[in-house]
Structure formats: structure tokens, C-alpha cells
């Protein structure tokens, strides 16, 4: 999301740059602190999950998606300087393929042609496509790198695909980790694997598509990440907003969700209660509400789930126009996935990843990796709360 000028979410930030059949994808990210040592092989692992993922079409085939880091590191370490890196495409035909005729409801298609009033649809279906999300993959690895020092994690899964909900997620994390590591679409419950499989079978044979629900948890996460002295501050609306701007979300949860909105506040709110352990020696005794409240991390596990729609593109069609004859015509086919959920999982990840990542930047500060950890250290799990120091008030604090 674009951030305000708030001392809160000047963390990092991050553009892309690419077309879907250009030469590459770039990846921008700047905020990185100075001292990180860089695993470029585990960036790597991350793009190979994103596109392993079971659904994903014959364009999965021809890509290697391999990263190359043009700037930020020396001898792997960060430098403090911008990271940039680069994804090669291996199908780079964007200026051979042909036009669609008839635009695709539900991509950006037409919307596009409607906005550059011009009927090449190419031109905007190159950028809308998500192709993009292995940029941000790329650099959603690398940050994960960052917030393992601090011992933060996100964690992404399938939960459901085309209206198949699996059991609720293991609590234990292991038990978690290991089953959707086991799951060609980074589920966690075995029993729907084969459902799901044939769903997305079903769908290839008719010429059609699948979506799905993907949450992701975040553990580990200190209270009092995110912010309230802006909008563009808060974590909730930073972490969904990221969530949303992946290509065919249509609805983002955090917590309950929509269901907190039919309780009474009394099954909603998580009740404070002394816990060893907690932060400052505090902890809840339910997480219903999903890790934020009033725009902060809460100490909690932060959990947020987002609903994908079908992809619009469909062997079978739809109805569409045709563009120059602007006569009825079937939707323009080409190539694509029948179902993009368990690689969204992997994207949805990234996202919550740079989000984090630049909110603990924004709270640490520092210009180092050694600078944040020193802060790190002083925020103090187990200090209780008290009033501000005697000597603040002789710093021009409050003197009451
Ligand atoms: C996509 C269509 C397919 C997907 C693509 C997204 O590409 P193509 O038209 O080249 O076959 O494979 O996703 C990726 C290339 C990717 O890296 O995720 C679309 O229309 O959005």
C-alpha cells in the first residue's frame, strides 16, 4: 500500500517493474538495513514453490524464474543501499503475441481498453498479469530473511479451493509446517487433497476455473508494530490492503472477519489475562480478533485469510465483444492456469512478509542489522508497563 510520510510506516518500500512476456521482471526494495547476509539460494527455493504449485498452466513449463541481484549486496551482505533485483522471463514474445479480440470478463482487460481508450488488449494484460507476484515473491524472500533474526515468521496455506474448505489448521506448527510441505497445494489436510485434485481436473476438462481461500499466520510478531497517527499507519489495513492488491482477491479477513461483525462484543474481544511468558507478563485468552487491535500487533498470532476468485481466463469462454467488429463474440482464449490458489498462497506470504518487514523497520530504526537487533533487545519482553521515567520530565516530558 502507499505510505504516508508517518515516522510509523517509513519502513522499507518496494515497487515492480515488468511485463508478463517482457525480457524480465525488476524488483525494487529500498529500507534494507546494512548487514544482512543474503541466502540468494533460499530466494531462490521460495520462486520454485511459487511456481511447483499444483494448477498452474504450460507457461509453469517454460519458466525457471530465476533471481539476480543487480545492486544492495556485497559478497551477499546487504549494503544499506537499494536492493535490486532481476527475474528473467524465458517467454519473452511480448511483442510478437497477437492482440484478443474479445476481452475476458473478470481480467483487467477491458477496463484497460476502456482507461488507454485503445483496443489493444495486450497492452494491458502484460502488467495485470500475475506475473508480477514473482517479483514480490523474490523480495519477500529476502526480508524473510530479516525477520528470521528476529525469530518473526508468516506462513501461507491453502484452506479451501473451488468451495472445498479443509478442517481447521493444526495448532501445532510443526505438525503445520510439515503437512503443507508434504501438499502439492500447500494445504495441510490430506483428506481433501484428492477432492481438490479433482476439482481442478474437472475444471481443466470442462474448459473452466478454480478459486480458493488462502490464509496466512504470522508468528512471533512483538506488540506494537504498525501505528496509529496515520491511516496509512495501521498494520491491519497495511497487511490487508497487501493481501487485496494481489491479482484476483476479492475479499480479505483478519481474525473473525465477517463473522466478528454477528457476535456480541463479548464472543469477539480476546480477554487480557496474566501469562508467563506473554510480553510484560501478559497474554489473552482467546485470539479471535487475529493479532491487531487499533492498528497495532497485539502480540498475538496474526491471522488473515483472503478469497481468490476463478481465473478469468477459460478454455470454454464467456460471453464478451468483439473489439473491432463490436459484434457478440466469445471471450478471447489464450494460454493460462485453471488454478492459481496454492501459488497465491505463496505470493500472499510475500506480501505479509514486506509489510511486516517494513513495519519492524520502521519501530527498530537503525542503519544496521546489528543497530536493530540492540533496539530489538531493549524493547523488553518481560518489562511491565510503568510510568515514564523520573528523568523524562527533566528532558521536557511530562511533570505531573
Ligand atoms: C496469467 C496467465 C499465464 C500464467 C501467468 C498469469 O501466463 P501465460 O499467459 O504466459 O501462459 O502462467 O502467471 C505467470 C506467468 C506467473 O509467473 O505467475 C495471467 O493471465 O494472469
Redesign the pocket.
Known amino acids: 500500500m502507499s505510505h504516508g510520510r508517518s515516522p510509523d510506516s517509513m519502513g522499507l518500500s518496494w515497487r515492480t517493474a515488468g511485463e508478463?512476456?517482457g525480457p524480465a521482471l525488476v524488483a525494487l526494495l529500498e529500507g534494507l538495513p546494512a548487514g544482512l547476509l543474503v541466502d540468494l539460494a533460499a530466494v531462490q527455493h521460495g520462486m520454485g514453490r511459487?511456481?511447483k504449485a499444483y494448477g498452474?498452466?504450460?507457461?509453469?513449463k517454460i519458466?525457471q524464474?530465476r533471481v539476480e541481484c543487480l545492486s544492495g549486496l556485497k559478497r551477499g551482505v546487504t549494503l544499506g543501499s537499494p536492493l535490486a533485483l532481476l527475474v528473467h522471463n524465458s517467454?519473452t514474445r511480448v511483442d510478437q503475441l497477437p492482440n484478443l479480440a474479445a476481452p475476458r470478463p473478470g481480467?483487467a482487460d477491458l477496463a484497460g481498453v476502456l482507461r488507454n481508450r485503445c483496443r489493444d488488449v495486450r497492452a494491458v494484460?502484460e502488467r495485470?498479469?500475475?506475473?508480477e507476484?514473482?517479483a514480490r515473491v523474490a523480495l519477500g524472500e529476502v526480508v524473510r530473511q530479516l525477520l528470521a533474526l528476529f525469530e518473526i515468521e508468516a506462513f501461507g496455506y491453502v484452506t479451501a479451493l473451488g468451495g472445498i474448505a479443509a478442517a481447521a489448521a493444526p495448532e501445532d506448527r510443526a505438525a503445520l509446517r510439515a503437512q503443507r510441505d508434504r501438499s502439492v497445494f500447500f494445504g495441510f489436510d490430506t483428506a481433501c487433497d484428492a477432492a481438490w485434485r479433482a476439482c481442478i481436473e474437472a475444471a481443466a476438462e470442462a474448459g473452466d476455473s478454480v478459486g480458493g481461500v488462502v490464509e496466512v499466520q504470522v508468528w512471533g510478531c512483538p506488540p506494537g508494530l504498525g501505528g496509529t497517527a496515520q491511516h496509512s499507519d495501521r498494520l491491519d489495513a497495511r497487511l490487508m490492503a497487501g493481501l487485496a492488491s494481489l491479482?484476483a482477491i476479492k475479499g480479505v479477513e483478519i481474525g473473525l472477519g465477517f463473522r466478528a461483525a454477528e457476535l456480541p462484543g463479548s464472543a469477539v474481544h480476546d480477554e487480557i489475562v496474566p501469562a508467563q511468558g506473554g510480553w510484560a507478563g501478559l497474554g489473552r485468552s482467546s485470539n479471535r480478533i487475529g493479532g491487531v487491535e487499533g492498528g497495532y500487533s497485539n502480540g498475538q498470532v496474526i491471522r488473515l485469510r483472503a478469497a481468490m476468485k476463478p481465473?478469468p481466463?477459460m478454455r470454454r469462454g464467456a460471453a464478451s465483444v468483439d473489439l473491432e467488429a463490436m459484434q457478440p463474440a466469445r471471450a478471447t482464449y489464450?494460454?493460462?492456469?485453471v488454478c492459481?490458489v496454492p501459488?497465491a498462497s505463496v505470493a500472499a506470504e510475500a506480501v505479509v512478509l514486506l509489510e511486516l518487514a517494513s513495519a519492524l523497520r520502521a519501530r527498530l530504526g537503525g542503519v544496521s542489522v546489528e543497530e536493530m537487533v540492540q533496539r530489538w533487545r531493549r524493547l523488553g519482553r518481560e518489562e511491565r508497563p510503568a510510568d515514564w521515567p523520573e528523568d523524562v520530565a527533566g528532558l521536557g516530558g511530562h511533570a505531573s
Open positions: 508478463s512476456h511459487r511456481w498452474r498452466g504450460p507457461r509453469a519458466e524464474d517467454d481480467h494484460l495485470a498479469s500475475a506475473r507476484t514473482a491479482p481465473i481466463t489464450e494460454r493460462s492456469d492459481a501459488a
